[in-house]
């Protein structure tokens, strides 16, 4: 046994606590110099399995940054720094901790560009901000490992490259660096190391370490009494407060999970008209509410000053909330790792169970209830999905380098190259590359704004320019909003930021709800709101773009299980999962007027009413793969007739709707289902430049095309878009083999229209057999899909008479 392990475990038998065999094994793999991931389910002690080690192994007489620990969220920063600080004050370390994210004070971020603290808990976003100082190096000299917190998180998005990319870097200086990972919850563990480590990995051969105990969660159901048999979504959950309130009340604290910030604002304020005796006791904590808000509310919930706090994904992650014991989740979170992971905030200590109440929102979602507890007693977790060959993320780095120390081509393309997105990059893309940093590529050469990077005499690529260093520092990162608004107080302070889009829409006296307050709308200056609160209880609800999550490939799967298990009546399935008990009657109706599929059956509903001809297909795949099965199909069905459809979906199936009789039939014989020509037919059946064109956006701002702005002055976000699509066209136009142009369509076919996923979708179908029923009424399984048709239609008709109208077909 090492001396790191006999320390460590020596801490923990000071505390009363026992060290796990993982947290032995991972301080014993990191004392012999080894790196890795360490995977163990939340609240098991995963940040001291690699938080003692760092500590015990580090030189501690050498000054400046020796730990970088990288947080996905800032609400996690907070928790790190106090277990870091409780642990460096318990092995009587002489270490400073230190935080550096959004939020860090202007005098502390000063501080840091000449010393930095032994332990820096940061995210990928700021420790790219540290790597572009001109001293760079020297910041980073005495760094000996780097801890990339909730690996998982980051590993779907574009923060995962920059972290690749930082890493690359901080390795070139660093041969021997420790890197290491944390995990809770993910299906594709070993793509997951392997991208952490790069092409070429740390020696000796990196480890996997895993808990040998697994979490136990509970998954209890607030069922409502009765249900109806023609469900449809957002009609249940909100009518099920007076049996959300009882929980909340025998809690002595409790976190209430929505899947959106606007579902979080309705929930706030309708727990307050049913309760009012909880005002004082109740929080609500999201992304865009003002930061010292959400820091008392964290602080609160610390101390068991808070009751309850209503939430979104801003408290997901590893933040150790002791007092909480009740999670509730709000809605079907559409994937069984984000339900283990808020699951996991109650009993969020080694070998207590995690509790948690699934209230539905619609009768369907009673299914769903059944499916993540299926997944969860069978070990089913989603993959995340890596982002590759994303080259404004690197063309961002690249100037990034150049605003600080500057570099040299070749060095750092072997850098780049030992990053798993960028490992396949040939020379002509590492040229492209150069040519659009210092030129702005061929087809804008002519401006010199798009000259950022010059070369110097030996062949170093730098930033001279002053404006252009500063606006670059503005925008660095890959989290790119709408265009965001200030929410002040006529008279008081800064309540957080709300989208431009949303703002648009309201008149002068309009009242919103925001923060957990009625306010209402005063004047628009600049991008500030001015507010005023008001005692009116009448408001619209702010809604933030991208809110609706897709169901996951895996929930779907056992989803269509649960189903055909609630109709074959299996007794293990119904005492085990009393949701399915429940909603027998809109089982028995749907048998009644089609079938109930089966998981070896795919279901195609046909039927004519007042507004044309209904065609419902079940797939249970997802809104995202839906809405390309939707158009693909439609294009495919349009082959044998010159037919116009209108397409609705949700997370089950969806619907093609037509003036006129649809050959469904003749689509069948012919295969509707093959996956021949699959990418030819998806482009000729959705419009993938307009879609290409609105993911530019994005891309040309992380790639610094267009500038967003000053602080408190940015660019509006049309104006954005408009600067955009100019470059976007001029590419289409003049350099169609433009990397980013190029970038904007395959995130299209791989992200929105998740191509690969429909390829399997298609190819399961083609083993299942089809039923094709022919009914009188709407099913149960069809209605909710004509609702949510229903609420994109403008009329004067109350969405809900025009629901109980269609109740009575």
Not at 220 to 242: C, K, M, N
């Amino acid at each position: 046994m090492s001396t790191v392990v006999q320390k460590a475990e020596a801490w923990f038998q000071s505390l009363g606590w026992s060290a796990f065999p993982f947290q032995k094994e991972a301080w014993e793999a990191y004392a012999k110099g080894r790196s890795g991931l360490v995977n163990a389910p939340t609240g098991s002690g995963k940040t001291y399995s690699l938080l003692l080690p760092a500590l015990l192994s580090a030189n501690s007489k050498k000054k400046g940054v020796k730990l970088i620990w990288i947080t996905p969220i800032r609400a996690l920063s907070k928790e790190i720094e106090q277990a870091s600080k409780r642990a460096v004050e318990g092995l009587s370390l002489d270490w400073e901790v230190g935080v550096r994210t959004g939020d860090t004070s202007q005098k502390e971020k000063q501080k840091q560009r000449t010393a930095l603290p032994d332990i820096l808990i940061t995210t990928p976003e700021s420790l790219h901000l540290l790597l572009s100082q001109k001293k760079a190096a020297h910041l980073f000299r005495n760094l000996e490992s780097m801890v990339v917190d909730e690996w998982h998180e980051l590993l779907g998005s574009k923060r995962a490259v920059q972290v690749e990319l930082g890493l690359s870097k901080l390795k070139s200086w660093h041969p021997k660096l420790r890197v290491w990972g944390i995990s809770a919850t993910i299906g594709n563990m070993g793509d997951a190391m392997d991208i952490l480590m790069g092409t070429n990995p740390p020696k000796p051969k990196p480890v996997v370490i895993k808990a040998n105990h697994e979490k136990q969660i509970e998954v209890v159901s607030i069922l409502p009494d009765t249900i109806d048999e023609l469900p449809w979504a957002g009609h249940l959950g909100i009518r099920l407060l007076e049996k959300v309130i009882p929980t909340i009340k025998k809690s002595k604290s409790c976190l209430i999970f929505t899947n959106t910030r606007s579902q979080a604002e309705i929930w706030y304020q309708r727990i307050l008209d049913v309760a009012p005796e909880l005002a004082g006791w109740i929080g609500m904590h999201h992304g865009s509410i003002d930061k010292k808000l959400r820091h008392w509310v964290e602080d609160s919930l610390h101390t068991g000053d808070l009751k309850a706090v209503v939430c979104t994904s801003s408290l997901d992650l590893g933040v150790d909330f002791r007092p909480v014991e009740t999670i509730i989740q709000i809605g079907s979170p559409k994937g069984v790792a984000r339900f283990i992971q808020r699951a996991g905030r109650s009993g969020h200590q080694p070998g207590a169970v995690s509790k948690i109440y699934f209230v539905p929102t619609h009768s369907l979602e009673l299914i769903e209830a059944a499916a993540l507890r299926g997944a969860i007693q069978e070990k089913i977790i989603e993959e995340r999905v890596p982002y590759l060959r994303s080259f404004d993320v690197l063309l961002q780095w690249l100037v990034t380098l150049a605003v600080g120390e500057g570099f040299y081509p070749d060095e750092t393309l072997e850098q780049v190259r030992s990053t798993v997105s960028f490992g396949s990059i040939s020379d002509r893309d590492w040229l492209w590359c150069l040519n659009f940093i210092t030129h702005g590529g061929e087809p804008l050469e002519g401006y010199d704004e798009f000259h950022k990077v010059e070369i110097e005499p030996d062949g170093k690529y730098v930033v001279n320019s002053k404006k252009v260093s500063f606006r670059h520092r503005l925008s660095m990162g890959t989290i790119v909003s709408d265009g965001l608004l200030q929410v002040r107080l006529v008279r008081g302070g800064f309540l957080g930021t709300i989208e431009e889009y949303f703002i648009s829409r309201l008149k002068i006296g309009d009242v919103f709800w925001f923060a957990g307050q009625n306010l209402e709308l005063i004047e628009i200056k600049g991008m500030t709101v001015k507010v005023a609160r008001t005692k009116s209880k009448a408001g619209v609800v702010p809604s933030w773009q991208g809110g609706r999550m897709p169901l996951s490939a895996q929930l779907g799967a056992m989803l269509r299980v649960k189903l055909g298990e609630a109709f074959i009546h299996k007794t293990t399935t119904l005492e085990n999962d009393p949701e399915l008990q429940l909603i027998q009657p809109l089982i028995e109706l749907q048998a009644e007027r089609s079938i109930v599929p089966s998981e070896k059956e795919l279901l195609i509903e046909y039927f004519q009413s007042e507004e044309g001809y209904h065609l419902f297909f079940y797939p249970f795949e997802g809104r995202l793969v839906h809405e390309g099965m939707a158009a693909l199909f439609a294009y495919r069905l349009g082959l044998f007739a010159p037919l116009t459809f209108s397409i609705a979906m949700n997370d089950y199936g969806f619907e093609l709707l037509c003036d006129q009789p649809i050959p469904i039939q003749d689509a069948l014989d012919s295969d509707i289902f093959t996956t021949t020509d699959l990418r030819e037919d998806i482009q000729a059946s959705v419009n993938e430049t307009e879609m290409a064109r609105r993911r530019f956006r994005d891309i040309s701002h992380i790639a610094g095309l267009v500038f967003g702005g000053f602080p408190g002055k940015p660019v509006k976000i049309r104006h954005l878009q408009a600067n955009a699509q100019l470059f976007f066209n001029v590419f289409l136009e003049d350099e169609p083999d433009n990397l980013l142009l190029l970038q904007a369509f395959e995130e299209v076919h791989t992200f929105q229209l998740e191509e690969a996923r429909l390829r399997s979708a298609l190819e399961r179908i083609e083993t299942q057999n089809i039923k094709l029923k022919y009914i009188d009424k709407p099913t149960p399984l069809s209605f909710p899909i004509m609702v949510d048709r229903l609420r994109e239609k403008v009329s004067s008709e109350r969405l809900e008479d025009q629901v109980r109208r269609m109740q009575e077909w």
